[in-house]
């Protein structure tokens, strides 16, 4: 039986989330406008994903720095998500037609004679 482990050491985790940054700050820059939106909501649901994983992250820690660590990957998750979530309606929003409501009609000048 083939035995397969990951282990990431600090220096390899940081050489990680510098590569997904740059790669995210890359990717962002050429996005068209009018693609921000999806892009947002898509970045919504990768947050949860984030939110799920640092929950079952925080159910496996045994010391304080892990729950700590854990604790705080959760608070930014979730709050990530729910502030790309106001940000995506607030945008879409902006992309609704107004009700156009009907001209009054404008009283006639009538001559006096």
């Known amino acids: 039986m083939m035995d397969f482990q990951i ?5 390899v985790a ?6 997904a940054g ?3 700050w890359v990717i962002i820059g050429h996005v068209p406008a009018i693609l ?7 970045s919504n649901f990768v ?3 984030v939110v799920v994983g640092g929950l079952y ?14 604790f705080v990957a959760v608070l930014l998750g979730a709050g ?3 502030g790309g979530f106001a940000v995506t309606r607030r945008m879409l929003a902006m992309f609704q037609i107004a009700e156009v ?5 404008k009283p006639r000048h009538t001559k006096k004679g």
Do not use: C, D, W
């Open 57 to 70: 992250t925080l159910l496996g820690a045994r010391t304080p720095t892990e729950q700590a660590i854990g």
């Open 22 to 24: 740059f790669a995210g």
């Open 14 to 19: 940081l050489y990680v989330f510098l590569l």
């Open 47 to 49: 947050h949860g994903i």
């Open 7 to 11: 282990s990431m050491t600090g220096f």
């Open 101 to 105: 409501k009907p001209a009054r009609a």
């Open 80 to 82: 990530n998500a729910a």
């Open 36 to 42: 921000h939106t999806p892009l947002m909501s898509g």
